[in-house]
């Protein structure tokens, strides 16, 4: 008998769903970070050091941190597409007020609101993206999405740099939170509504009629044996049969013994020798000390850089100093360069290496010239953002099936963390000390990353 291929009803367009989630990273990220080319104009407005400036980032980012993980519990209960819609929305919306902040302490609890409200965003995004499109179009949906969250972060900050000299710190952000309004509105009204109930399979993932169900290798007595589906006859035009069902059982044997990203660091390893301390989520403390280190001396770098570049010896104006941002191109290229990178020379090299770039990167930016500041910015963003994707997929490899969400959540929040705290703590340091010091801080941050990639290569070749 021959099974014809189910599809899902009602399929959702592609296109449409990874414009609108695009729009939505667009608002988010340019409205998180558009304070940061300003940063030396709120100082002078509010009579502040350059510390106290960054908190302007710091709350925002230490606030999104927090809360992503509680708001990603609650949107199972309101539903993913709400919370979307609730947290681009409300986050211009208050983006729009941030310019009539009477004081700065003020603007600090508009900016931590600001922060919880993308948090909406940033911790549901890719689960309602999984309900809608399925896993087959997942990763072009995902691609769409990082590549708002990446052209909102720079268009925030040159769209606040260019607007600030003209319009001033005020009109700077009302311009950005102008547009990101424009964005979230697109993307409330062209967000397909979630399937409901949410964790129901859908017709697309769910077992073909007779198909095989066997246990998971190394799964509890009574728990519910994974599906394998039948074979597809419409992916090949073979009839379904026995053997089919056959090869899916031989297959999910394989796959339950050896792992699917195994060949990511470009060597194979077996769930026997590994499950119990990645089912612990030990593995994934490294890379969130990563994570967490290497964000934060890259956020104090370029919290910092308004004001260097704005003071003596170049005394840019703010339009010409928010160019440094132009560097981010850097960064996008090298995260999408990163995997072919780690397979190449092995996770641990890779990561390595991307950290001391970074490290050489921000020590060229000692130089007082332009053109070597800029050379310096564009490969300390190179490695920087190749490090972050190393460490990323490292997370995901190492924890277990049941538990990547939760190692996912725990480098996310580590991720903020870094930028929040540490992007502050730099700045401090800057204000009081200079671009040397700060330069001296965020290089021993990012070779303690390094050391602790060392010490778990040498302690556990094979992790």
């Known amino acids: 008998m021959v099974i014809q291929a189910q599809s899902a009803p009602a399929q959702v367009d592609t296109r449409r769903v990874g414009a609108a989630v695009a729009a939505a990273g667009l608002s988010s990220f340019a409205l998180l970070y558009a304070p940061q080319p300003v940063l030396p104009q709120l100082a002078a407005a509010f009579r502040l050091d350059p510390g106290s400036a960054s908190l302007a980032i710091g709350v925002a980012t230490g606030a999104l941190a927090v809360a992503v993980l509680p708001v990603a519990a609650l949107a199972e209960t309101v539903g993913r597409r709400r919370m979307i819609v609730w947290s681009v929305v409300v986050s211009a919306v208050l983006g729009l007020l941030l310019p009539l902040a009477p ?47 990446s052209v909102g972060g720079m268009t925030g900050r040159l769209g606040t740099g260019f607007a600030a000299g003209p319009l001033g710190w005020h009109g700077a952000l009302a311009v950005v939170a102008g547009v990101a309004l424009a964005c979230a509105l697109f993307a409330a009204l062209t967000l397909p509504r979630t399937p409901s109930p949410q964790h129901a399979p859908s017709p697309a993932h769910a077992p073909a009629p007779g198909a095989a169900r066997v246990p998971a ?35 999910h044997s394989r796959a339950a013994h050896v792992r699917p990203d195994a060949t990511w660091a470009g060597r194979p390893r077996t769930d026997s020798t590994r499950a119990g301390r990645r089912g612990a989520g030990v593995g994934v403390l490294v890379p969130c000390m990563v994570g967490a280190l290497a964000t934060g001396a890259f956020v104090a770098l370029y919290n910092a850089a308004g004001f260097r570049l704005a003071g003596e010896p170049l005394s840019l ?97 580590c991720f903020y963390l870094g930028s929040g705290a540490g992007g502050t703590a730099g700045t401090i ?25 060392l010490l778990r290569a040498r302690r556990d070749p094979a992790g």
């Open 103 to 149: 004081s700065f302490p003020v603007l600090l609890v508009m900016r931590a609101v600001q922060g919880v409200a993308i948090a909406g965003f940033a911790g549901v995004a890719a689960a309602y993206l999984a309900d809608q499109v399925g896993p087959g179009r997942l990763a072009g949906a995902v691609g769409a999405m990082i590549a708002g969250n």
């Open 217 to 251: 290798r190394g799964s509890a007595p009574g728990r519910a044996p994974v599906p394998v589906p039948a074979h597809d006859p419409a992916s090949s035009g073979e009839p379904a049969d026995g053997a089919h069902v056959e090869r899916g059982r031989r297959a």
């Open 317 to 413: 104006s703010p339009a010409v100093a928010s160019l440094v941002f132009l560097s981010y191109a850097m960064g996008t290229a090298s995260s999408a360069a990163a995997g072919r990178l780690a397979a190449r020379l092995g996770r641990t090299t890779a990561l390595v290496t991307s950290l001391i770039v970074t490290v050489a990167g921000s020590a060229l930016t000692l130089h007082p010239s332009l053109p070597a500041m800029s050379l310096g910015f564009a490969l300390l963003t190179a490695g920087f953002f190749a490090a972050h994707a190393i460490a990323n997929a490292w997370v995901a490899a190492q924890a277990s099936p049941q538990a990547r969400g939760r190692a996912a959540g725990l480098y996310t929040l």
């Open 429 to 453: 340091v800057y204000g009081h000390a200079g671009w040397s010091w700060l330069i001296a801080l965020t290089s021993a941050w990012l070779l303690l990353a390094t050391l602790a990639v």
